[in-house]
């Protein structure tokens, strides 16, 4: 019998250069995720990023990341 498996979805929120997208690629697996070390706003919208790999599942966990341009406060 198969556990039922979760799924965590993560809202990233933060300042402009704070690593949002960075750690959206990290732990999505996802390489196709545009992140730089940058102190202006990279990601212009909020995007949605499902795990692709087993990197992301390797607790029994689904994760899914709502990434959003830097707050400029």
């Known amino acids: 019998m198969e556990k039922n498996k ?3 979805c993560f809202l990233a929120i933060g ?3 704070a690593g949002k997208s960075a750690l959206s690629k990290l732990l999505t697996g ?3 995720i ?6 202006q ?3 212009s919208s909020i ?3 499902k795990c692709l790999d087993q ?3 390797r607790w029994g966990y689904s994760l899914n990341i709502i990434d959003t341009p830097g707050l400029d406060i």
């Open 47 to 49: 995007s949605y990023h």
């Open 34 to 39: 545009v992140s730089m070390n940058s102190t």
């Open 6 to 8: 979760s799924t965590f």
């Open 15 to 17: 300042h402009c250069g």
């Open 41 to 43: 706003s990279v990601t």
């Open 30 to 32: 996802n390489q196709n």
């Open 55 to 57: 990197t992301a599942k």
